[in-house]
């Protein structure tokens, strides 16, 4: 028999509300809603995900903001638009953090990865499980988020494992646990299966997936097809051979923000640009990366956008060009648009990526040829 994979999954708990909660901690003792304000009147729109007070109150993801106020009248409950510019920032720190300890690595969305730590533990569990609190603690301590993990023999089971216990929790679950651990959870548990397949399961007298796992699998492959019902019956068995993903370089690294206040003063513009530069420049080091070109992007207050670019000869790590070539550019764009309208958000973006390694390639390519 092959020797176990070991696999984590990190998800984090109530995310876009945790992240308020840490900017704020004044909002931890009280209901907290993070909302997506569609502009049309004060209150429309709709949530994004509230902390735990407030689910207790039956506020979750998806529904209208109205519905959440109602549900959170007379208590003092915090309403937050959305500021994915911080989420972001915080996922990506987390993200090299959960990075710095995998075999691979797979980012699953902003708030989720699968770690395969299968050589760092030789294949051993209880390595994994002081591998994975190591972790939670560094990523509380250094970005003051709680995230809860899962380990398992796949990333099926790590991921079902990592909903197990929230807020902060470690749910384990070794290769011959698999079938008592899944056995008795509820079939929307699996990945795949949402509330209408769930709905049609049902029907079938299929409640938990070891019912699943029981049925038959001609039926199943009759009702949902030969690649669904063949993948329901193995994921309710707890199989699945799919290997965490390494995937490719990043493609660019942006940051955009808004401006305090609206301007077409360029000191102003150029101190937020530069604050960019020194958070982006950080973030590429950390990855290891060069960059060989440097977008800038601005929004006026009429919401039209614009951007300027330059790319270079050779790839390259240095903060001061970067920040040279950012101030260059916001120059020319300012120039050329800047008549009457002010600025409402600026954002500066690096692209063409090589490794330190692929550019030491590409400069004694250079040195040799010549
Ligand atoms: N999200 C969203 N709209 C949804 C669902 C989620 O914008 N319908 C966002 C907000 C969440 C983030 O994605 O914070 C992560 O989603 P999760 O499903 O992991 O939910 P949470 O992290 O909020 O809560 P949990 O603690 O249950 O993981
Ligand atoms: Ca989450
Ligand atoms: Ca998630």
Do not use: W
């Amino acid at each position: 028999m092959h020797p176990s994979r070991v696999i984590i999954h990190a998800d984090f708990d109530y995310f876009y509300a945790q992240c308020e909660e840490r900017e704020n901690p004044t909002l931890k003792n009280k209901p907290v809603v993070v909302c997506i304000y569609s502009g049309r009147s004060g209150d429309s729109g709709a949530v994004t995900t509230a902390n735990y007070i407030a689910r207790k109150y039956g506020v979750k993801a998806g529904i209208p903001i109205i519905r959440a106020k109602r549900k959170l009248k007379d208590l003092d409950a915090a309403f937050l638009p959305a500021n994915f510019e911080l989420y972001e920032r915080v996922s990506e720190n987390i993200m090299s953090i959960l990075r710095g300890y995998a075999d691979k690595f797979e980012q699953m969305g902003i708030d989720e990865a699968f770690i395969d730590v299968t050589q760092r533990t030789e294949g051993e569990f209880e390595k994994a499980k002081q591998l994975a609190q190591k972790i939670q603690t560094e990523i509380l301590e250094k970005e003051r988020i709680t995230a809860s993990f899962g380990i398992g023999p796949n990333k099926l089971v790590a991921k079902i494992a990592a909903g197990r216990q929230k807020p902060y929790g470690l749910t384990m679950v070794k290769p011959e646990e698999v079938e008592s651990f899944l056995v008795p959870l509820p079939v929307d548990e699996l990945i795949g299966v949402g509330k209408k397949t769930a709905t049609v399961m049902e029907e079938l007298g299929i409640k938990t997936i070891g019912d699943l796992a029981r049925f038959d699998l001609g039926k199943l492959v009759k009702r949902f097809g030969k690649l669904l019902g063949v993948y329901f019956h193995n994921s309710a068995l707890g199989i699945d051979e799919s290997s965490v993903q390494e995937r490719g370089m990043a493609e660019s690294i942006s940051r955009i923000l808004t401006l305090k206040e609206d301007t077409k003063d360029f000191g102003k513009i150029l101190d937020e640009a530069y604050k960019i530069c020194i958070d982006m420049h950080a973030r590429a080091k950390a990855l290891n990366l060069n960059f060989k070109s440097v977008s800038v992007y601005a929004v006026l207050q009429d919401m039209s956008a614009h951007s300027r670019s330059k790319t270079f000869e050779t790839p390259t790590d240095d903060i001061e060009v970067l920040k040279e070539t950012t101030k260059e550019l916001f120059q020319r764009l300012l120039n050329e648009i800047l008549e009457e309208l002010k600025a409402r958000r600026i954002g500066v973006k690096i692209a063409n990526f090589t490794t330190e390694k692929q550019t030491q390639k590409q400069i004694t390519e250079y040195v040799n040829k010549t």
